[in-house]
């Protein structure tokens, strides 16, 4: 198994480099969901935009790409983690073959 301990050591940088990637994409935490500008995510007011008479209606198509937008990219993180989570598997898998063949040669070898 030692000609496979460098295929491993990939398969868990790549594993990581899946989670840091999925981390950015995942929502932000801690949004108030208040309806004011409050630059936490919580959604933009219409009084972000002063007296503009239309300023209600600007407000809620942002809110709508603001939400459009944070149910893609938590479609992508959720993706990402997936991938990571059947690279996972993939190892379990093939330290799981090599194990029975190992067990296999050794069975041969003692007959």
């Not at 460098?6 to 932000?28: G, I, N, T």
């Not at 690279?87 to 379990?92: K, S």
């Amino acid at each position: 198994m030692e000609g496979l301990d460098l295929h491993f050591k990939a398969l868990e940088e790549c594993r990581s480099a899946l989670y840091d990637v999925a981390q950015s994409f995942a929502a932000p935490t801690g949004a108030s969901g208040s309806g004011e500008a409050s630059g936490s995510g919580g959604g933009v007011g219409s009084s972000a935009f002063g007296r503009l008479s239309s300023s209600g209606g600007l407000a809620a198509a942002i809110n709508e790409v603001e939400t459009a937008l944070s149910t893609e990219l938590g479609r992508v993180s959720g993706l990402l983690n997936a991938n990571r989570n059947a690279l996972a598997t993939v190892e379990n898998n093939i330290r799981a073959a090599s194990k029975a063949a190992e067990q296999d040669g050794e069975r041969l070898a003692q007959a």
